[in-house]
């Protein structure tokens, strides 16, 4: 540790004031039947994933929080979990609400700002050597969990305010950018939501062309694939010569291999092991603790980058999952898929592209009639037929041919940007010991990321 960033407990660096440091509430004085539709927020475990503290709230009344006033968090305060998940950090921001109930496994730090900057604190309390004396110090017997008492001794190095806000200052533009990019993701996606819905759910240039108009946002080339008429059929008004039929006609689906734990290797070692832990609640592939396998499989249990993946399992912290798609991203040019999830592909010869099934399979009236298949007492499962019965749409090859290179390209940016995230997250980790340590000058930190405030 650098000469100039001697230690200092949390207890040191919290504000003059009373409960600078603070637990949530004693349990029943807050329980669920406290909850309202708008008000206090409450921070809970789940509010803690990110560096500010965010995502569904659940609300308090004005007046519960009142009788709460000691449990509360302001913008600025760090917000830690008590018990659970220990080692979740999170900021307080400043433009969201002017305060928050804590819930009975949060604690939280107010800084003294004339000692510690709590931008410089939340990064610091990040840290591998911060979160290891969280469980070194931890209550096992039980849930694993920690007290006031314990936050109050844990050490951070502590340089001057000065250094500590460059610090900050310096991981902040790694993380901002990195969010920048997700919220870029964000966007592109919804973009291409909205276009498979205006066009093949809602029949946007299908209605326009019937009214005489020209559809909008499309080129005259595209908007020549799209009749100008609509058809009954058993699912009502379709465009014309467009087809229903069944998941069964247009796509292959296949579940993965049943496995055991003692195949699980190191990356250098094995395929990567996609599992339920690589779909996202609402469709989306979930870039998070993946798993490597070296034993015996088919080659009925490879899947790669492209294919679709759907979760056909419920069960635990993987709640509402079922019928929700993935594509496997570029980087895993082959993998295994386990038993809780279906690799799904066009048949040979369909007229659907990866792009509109992937998008078709998203949508409402499919997703309900996938997830009417799926049953189970303790554990829900998707059957086969789920995706085998359920009715769709289905437009002309030329049609679904526009539409995936539409999505191809945003798939490409998008997973474009999640590679540039994945690099400024692996230089924020480098650099987050060796700043708070003090073996990395601040100069040398500064060129490092200069190129990337622009």
């Known amino acids: 540790m650098g000469s100039d960033f ?12 009373p409960n600078a440091t603070a637990a949530g509430p004693f349990g029943s004085n807050l329980v669920s039947r406290d909850y309202v539709e708008s008000g206090v927020p409450v921070i809970r475990g789940q509010n803690l994933a990110d560096r500010w503290i965010g995502g569904e709230f659940v609300y308090v009344s004005q007046e519960k929080a009142a009788t709460l006033r000691t449990n509360t968090a302001r913008p600025g305060d760090i917000v830690f979990t008590q018990r659970g998940t220990l080692g979740q950090v999170s900021l307080v921001p400043a433009d969201a609400f002017p305060v928050y109930v804590i819930s009975q496994s949060q604690m939280k730090l107010t800084v003294d700002p004339a000692r510690a900057d709590s931008g410089y604190v939340y990064y610091a309390c990040t840290s591998s050597d911060f979160i290891r004396q969280v469980h070194d110090n931890a209550v096992a017997a039980g849930v694993p969990h920690i007290n006031l008492g314990t936050l109050r001794g844990l050490r951070i190095p502590l ?7 460059t610090i900050a200052g310096t991981l902040a533009t790694l993380d901002d950018r990195i969010n920048l990019l997700r919220q870029t993701n964000t966007t592109l996606e919804a973009i291409a939501q909205a276009l498979f819905k205006s066009w093949f759910v809602d029949f946007d240039p299908v209605h326009a062309k019937a009214e005489g108009r020209e559809p909008e946002a499309i080129d005259a080339a595209t908007a020549a694939l799209f009749p100008s ?3 009954e059929s058993e699912l009502g008004p379709i465009p014309q010569g467009w087809q229903v039929a069944t998941l ?3 796509v292959d689906a296949e579940r993965g291999l049943s496995y055991k734990g003692a195949g699980l290797t190191s990356a250098d070692d094995g395929l990567p092991m996609h599992n339920l832990n690589s779909v996202l609640e609402g469709g989306g592939y979930k870039y998070a603790g993946i798993k490597y396998y070296n034993a015996a499989y088919k080659e009925r249990h490879l899947v790669k980058a492209g294919d679709i993946i759907v979760a056909n399992t419920e069960q635990g912290h993987h709640h509402r999952l079922i019928g929700f798609p993935a594509i496997v991203p570029h980087q895993f040019t082959n993998g295994i898929f386990s038993h809780h999830l279906y690799r799904v592909r066009a048949k040979k010869g369909s007229p659907v592209s990866r792009h509109w099934l992937y998008y078709c399979l998203m949508t409402s009236a499919v997703r309900d009639q996938i ?3 799926s049953n189970g007492s303790t554990v829900n499962m998707l059957k086969p037929a789920g995706l085998q019965i359920p009715q769709m749409v289905v437009p002309p090859a030329k049609l679904c041919r ?4 539409i999505a191809e390209d945003l798939r490409t940016k998008i997973e474009g940007c999640i590679d540039r995230a994945e690099t400024l997250a692996q230089l924020r980790d480098t650099l987050l010991p060796r700043l708070i340590s003090g073996k990395l000058r601040i100069p040398e930190a500064i060129e490092v ?3 990337i405030r622009a």
């Open 6 to 17: 001697r230690p200092a407990s949390i207890g040191e660096i919290a504000a003059p004031i």
């Open 159 to 165: 340089p001057s305010l000065e250094i500590q806000k």
């Open 229 to 231: 008429e609509f058809e």
């Open 248 to 250: 069964s006609e247009h």
């Open 371 to 373: 997830i009417g298949c």
């Open 402 to 405: 526009a539409f995936g290179a």
């Open 449 to 451: 990321t200069e190129g």
